[in-house]
């Protein structure tokens, strides 16, 4: 197999098309299912469309996220009721997290959620997310922490205040007693904070498990490493195009 051509850096002003976003979306959905990340139909992945308005894509209520393409994809409001005809339900009660994110962090142009074991298993320990390893270390100080009020009701607008001014603008939150968000730019950084923060739940349960004192590095070597890790708008950007090839070769029906 011909090795493939080098990634050319992206403009950093570009503004993603509609079909450019459906595609990215799309992608990350099938990269949460095939790295073991979903809920079954439940959670959700949603990026924000360009132009005037709230819109946003997200997964048609009741579809695996092995299944989702990019052309099923449903724009929603902000309250996530249907913008376009869909044969396939929405669940707006399911969107109120992603509505208070994106419409109160104007970078948030994609949020993700999830319910993973490793997740809701760190978001029930009082310590939160530990420094056990150079990958948890990055997300020092770039964690933010919700409290649990309840399963989220489209009807609790001070609970959507709440979680907003919780996340600040941190690029990742764990909500206690129920699951991980990220925040980025796009959906290549998005992904990146959840594949990592996803990890980083796994290492610290995986260290736990062994029944043995943890080795907490020093305060300096965690900020040290923590300011090793580059930040910006194209964060994560080079594992994205490695995965979309991955997808492109193994499951191209994702773009249909």
């Not at 420094?131 to 919700?146: C, K, W």
Request: aromatic share 8%.
């Amino acid at each position: 197999m011909p090795l493939p051509p080098p990634p050319i850096r992206p403009d950093p002003d570009h503004v993603p098309t509609e079909r450019e976003l459906r595609e990215d979306l799309a992608a990350a959905y099938r990269l949460v299912a095939l790295y073991g990340m979903t809920d079954l139909v439940f959670t959700h992945l949603s990026v924000r469309l360009p132009g005037e308005g709230h819109r946003f894509l997200v997964n048609p209520y009741g579809m695996l996220f092995e299944e989702i393409t990019a052309s099923s994809l449903v724009e929603v409001d902000a309250e996530g009721a249907p913008a376009q005809p869909t044969a396939w339900p929405v669940n707006p009660a399911g969107f109120v997290i992603h509505s208070a994110v994106h419409r109160g962090r104007a970078n948030a142009a994609c949020v993700m959620h999830t319910h993973t074991i490793a997740g809701m298993a760190v978001a029930a320990q009082i310590g939160g997310l530990l420094p056990l390893n150079q990958i948890s270390m990055e997300f020092d100080g770039r964690v933010a922490y919700h409290d649990y009020e309840g399963v989220a009701a489209d009807d609790n607008m001070s609970e959507r205040e709440r979680l907003v001014a919780d996340l600040g603008d941190k690029p990742c939150m764990i909500l206690r007693h129920h699951g991980l968000l990220t925040v980025g730019h796009t959906v290549a950084e998005a992904f990146y904070w959840m594949w990592y923060l996803e990890q980083s739940c796994r290492i610290q349960l995986a260290a736990q498990s062994g029944g043995v004192p943890l080795a907490i590095p020093s305060r300096g070597t965690v900020e040290r490493t923590r300011a090793q890790f580059s930040l910006g708008p194209t964060k994560g950007w080079l594992p994205w195009q490695a995965l979309k090839r991955k997808l492109n070769r193994e499951q191209p029906g994702y773009r249909d």
